[in-house]
C-alpha cells in the first residue's frame, strides 16, 4: 500500500517570495512521483514528475522538486512565486504496475492537498 | 489536440436517483481513470479501464460503476445517490498503462440533494 503526507495544508507567502511545499510518501515498491496543481472549479494539472534518473526534477511555470529516497520526501519549490501560483497543489504517488501488479493500474495515490496562497 | 472531455460540468440530482457522467480520452489514449474529490477524503481513486476491461478498483460501494467502450470512451454510473455522493468526479486518460502519463478532465461538479 502506498500513503502520502503533506505537511502543510495551507501555506501564505508573499509574492516574489521563496516557496516549498512539502511532501512525504511511503511505498513497499518502487515508485513514481507527481505534483499537480488545481485551480478553482478546474481539473488537475501535472507540475512535473519524478520517473527515475535525476533526483532534481524541473516542472512548468519555474517550480521544482527534489525526491529523496533516504528521506521518502519529494518536496516542491519555486524561487520567486506570483499571483497567479496561488492554488492548491497535490502530490501523489503511484507504483510502477510492473512493480506492483495489477494492484497500481491506473491509480494515483494522492496527498490531501496544500493550499498555497500568494499575497502582494 | 483536444484534451480529456467531461460531461456535463455540473449536475444537481435527488437522493435515491441515479446518474451517468461521461468522459472523452484524449485520441489515442486507451488507459481512463476516474477519482472522487471530495472536502473530507481528498482524491480517491474509483478504477480504471484499459481496452475495455476493469484493470483496477478502488474501495468503493457497489452502487459506483463504470464502463469502457470501444472508442475508449467511458462512463461512470451511481445508483441510489446519497448526499455523501456530492463531490467533483475526475476522469484521467493515458496513453500507455505505465500510470506516468495520465490528463485530467475539468471535472463534473455532482450536487445530491
Known amino acids: 500500500a502506498q500513503s502520502v503526507t503533506q505537511l502543510d495544508s495551507q501555506v501564505p507567502v508573499f509574492e516574489e517570495a521563496p516557496v516549498e511545499l512539502r511532501c512525504n510518501y511511503s511505498s513497499s515498491v518502487s515508485v513514481y512521483l507527481f505534483w499537480y496543481v488545481q485551480y478553482p472549479n478546474q481539473g488537475l494539472q501535472l507540475l512535473l514528475k519524478?520517473?527515475?534518473?535525476?533526483?532534481l526534477v524541473k516542472g512548468i511555470n519555474g517550480f521544482e522538486a527534489e525526491f529523496n529516497k533516504s528521506q521518502t520526501s519529494f518536496h516542491l519549490r519555486k524561487p520567486s512565486v506570483h499571483i497567479s501560483d496561488t492554488a492548491e497543489y497535490f502530490c501523489?504517488?503511484?507504483?510502477?504496475?510492473?512493480?506492483?501488479?495489477?494492484?497500481?493500474?491506473?491509480?494515483?495515490?494522492f496527498g490531501q492537498g496544500t493550499i498555497l496562497t500568494v499575497h502582494p | 489536440k483536444a484534451g480529456v472531455t467531461q460531461t456535463p460540468r455540473y449536475l444537481i440530482k435527488t437522493r435515491g436517483q441515479q446518474v451517468t457522467l461521461s468522459c472523452s480520452p484524449i485520441?489515442?489514449?486507451?488507459?481512463v481513470s476516474w477519482y472522487q474529490q471530495t472536502p473530507g477524503q481528498g482524491l480517491q481513486f474509483l478504477f480504471e479501464?484499459?481496452?475495455?476491461?476493469?484493470?483496477n478498483k478502488g474501495n468503493f460501494p457497489g452502487r459506483f460503476s463504470g464502463r469502457q467502450f470501444s472508442n475508449s470512451r467511458s462512463e461512470m454510473n451511481v445508483s441510489t445517490l446519497e448526499l455523501g455522493d456530492s463531490a467533483l468526479y475526475l476522469c484521467a486518460s493515458s496513453r500507455t498503462t505505465t500510470n506516468y502519463g495520465y490528463t485530467f478532465g475539468s471535472g463534473t461538479r455532482l450536487t445530491v440533494v
Open positions: 479501464y484499459f481496452s475495455e476491461t476493469q484493470r
Open positions: 519524478y520517473l527515475s534518473g535525476s533526483t
Open positions: 485520441s489515442g489514449h486507451r488507459s
Open positions: 501523489a504517488v503511484s507504483g510502477s504496475p510492473a512493480d506492483a501488479g495489477g494492484t497500481s493500474y491506473g491509480k494515483l495515490t
